[in-house]
């Protein structure tokens, strides 16, 4: 039993720090509770700011850095990081139009106006619904490290990661096996073991990762003590499966870009540019340092990629 406790990472001791009431720098995690549903988020910059809305991806599901925020605050943003169903003290809601109802019914709730609505990775898919539902409060949309509707499963690597995701996709046995697998590395080879994998194309996203140690840490022990097989595969399938509500030309005269990372693949990019012309959206804006985390890693190019365009 000892030994198995250790191979599925049982032994490690979880503090239980969901709801948290702060995140690793001291900010105050808020809770929005609809009839349905409940978000968690922060905010970070002064009210007068205009909102920079970031909802959190399963891949990147951590706080905002301080670096971040304050190159919002210096280029008249404010920051609200938003982490959803399934995730934190969330109750899963694996229902990409439901997420999206969610999402619109919070900026209304806070009665936020002017929105820069920030989707990152499987993330895309909700903020896409909510920009195509014509949401008056959200007044320009950022898809960052999208995949739309290019297959990226040939992207991922190492092998046994693109295997364990393919796997999670056949069926919720498939799911439940590669979570277990996921967990199990984090028991075995550390807690950083398979982010340090997922990203090692992208020297910015293990910097991220290494510089950025206790933001991956809450993250990360919230996904092995939080996440469950719905959710995940939820996620996966955001990422991964063909979206029928992506038609040609659908974000035409929309105001809104697609941000990726210079170090990500070739055929990435040639994919992600190909999906974006088909939307009808602008080139997309590359920005030098990160891949997962370009947001985050490249703060300086994006804020000046935004501002140049709103």
């Given amino acids: 039993m000892p030994v198995l406790k250790r191979i599925f990472g049982m032994d490690q001791h979880v503090d239980p720090s969901w709801p948290a009431s702060v995140d690793p720098f001291g900010r105050e995690v808020h809770r929005y509770q609809s009839d349905v549903a409940s978000l968690e988020f922060i905010v970070d910059g002064a009210p007068e700011l205009r909102p920079l809305v970031v909802v959190q991806s399963m891949e990147l599901c951590c706080w905002p850095t301080e670096a971040f925020c304050q190159t919002a605050q210096k280029a008249g943003f404010r920051v609200i990081s938003v982490r959803r169903p399934g995730f934190g003290a969330n109750s899963p809601l694996i229902d990409k139009d439901a997420q999206a109802n969610l999402i619109r019914h919070f900026l ?16 895309n898919p909700i903020c896409e619904r909510v920009a195509l539902s014509g949401e008056s409060r959200v007044a320009f949309s950022v898809f960052s490290n999208c995949g ?3 297959d990226q499963m040939g992207e991922f690597q190492p092998e ?8 999670a ?9 590669s979570l277990m697998a996921l967990k199990s590395s984090w028991g075995v080879f550390g807690q950083t073991w ?5 990203w090692r194309k992208s020297i910015g996203d293990i910097a991220y990762l290494r510089n950025h140690a206790e933001l991956m840490s809450e993250a990360i022990t919230m996904l092995q003590a939080r996440l469950d097989v719905p959710t995940f595969t939820f996620e996966l399938g955001n990422a991964l499966n063909e979206d029928p509500i992506l038609t040609d030309g659908c974000f035409k005269d929309m105001p809104a870009i697609t941000v990726s990372g210079t170090e990500t693949t070739g055929s990435w990019k040639n994919g992600i540019e190909s999906e974006a012309e ?27 990629v935004l501002t140049d365009v709103l």
């Fill in 278 to 304: 088909r939307l009808g959206l602008p080139p997309v804006a590359y920005l030098t340092s990160g891949d997962m985390a370009v947001l985050y890693q490249s703060a300086d190019e994006f804020f000046s």
């Fill in 160 to 167: 046994w990661i693109a295997k364990a995701l393919e796997q």
């Fill in 148 to 150: 739309f509707n290019y």
């Fill in 108 to 123: 209304q709730d806070l009665g936020l106006e002017a929105v820069v609505l920030v989707g990152i990775g499987c993330s």
């Fill in 194 to 198: 398979v982010f340090e994998n997922l």
């Fill in 169 to 177: 996709l056949t069926n919720p046995a498939g799911g439940r096996l």
